[in-house]
């Protein structure tokens, strides 16, 4: 695929398929995937354990590799690239977010972040990051100082502090309340919003795809259904 030349296609993806050799058993995780993540674009992924939704996440972000198929990455293809193309691709583009916050429990806040930024290309400052999602007041507390929330927003932090252009979350509140969930989705939304990073989250939880542009649902490694929303919902209207 060539580069559109707008930069509006950040992934394009086709008909992918994951298959793990557990064995003698041969495990389908994805059967077939294909779309497309536009820049500045917040998609949800949802769909049952098991439906293949960490592993398309993980492929897009250069942590797995695909069984067949194609992903370009703003029109550089991911498929066919080596180990050390992958790291720095991880290194330079992505941030992720997963359901445990990884932080450094001898590290505060802030050195946490700065663990990232001190590798980065144009990273932004510490301070700045965690300004962004509401820690201001809790630079130099370390993790266990901090709540689950305040955590998973380190975190978030963390992730963002290097400037990627997208930023992939897996279940990033699946081990948060509903009111602290919601403070941290409301990270994600800003830094969306602000800084215009093409966003991926991956839920269970349905209520929540009502914040994104558009919907994957996946269903036993097959993209069942697109759905876009005509207006994207805050975080604080969503119920669950």
Known sequence: MNDTGNGKIV??????????????????????????????????????????KSTLLNILGGLDTATSGYVAYRGRELTRATEK????????????????YNLIPSLTARENV??????????????????????TERLDHFPSQLSGGEQQRVAIARAISKNPQVLLCDEPTGALDSQTGMVVLEALERVNTQLGTATAIITHNVDIAAMADRVIHLSNGRISEVTSNAQRKSPREIQW
Request: charged residues 20%; proline residues 4%.
């Open 114 to 135: 700065a663990v990232v930024t001190e590798i980065a290309r144009a990273p932004m400052k510490p301070e700045e990051a965690l300004a962004l999602v509401g820690l």
């Open 85 to 100: 193309d992958l790291t720095d691709y991880r290194r330079y583009h992505v941030g992720f977010v997963f359901q445990f």
């Open 11 to 52: 992934f394009h993806v086709e008909n992918l398929t994951k298959t793990y050799h557990m064995g003698e058993v041969d495990v389908h995780a994805l059967r077939g995937a294909s779309l497309e993540l536009m820049e500045g674009e917040l998609i949800v992924l949802l769909g049952p354990s098991g439906s293949g």
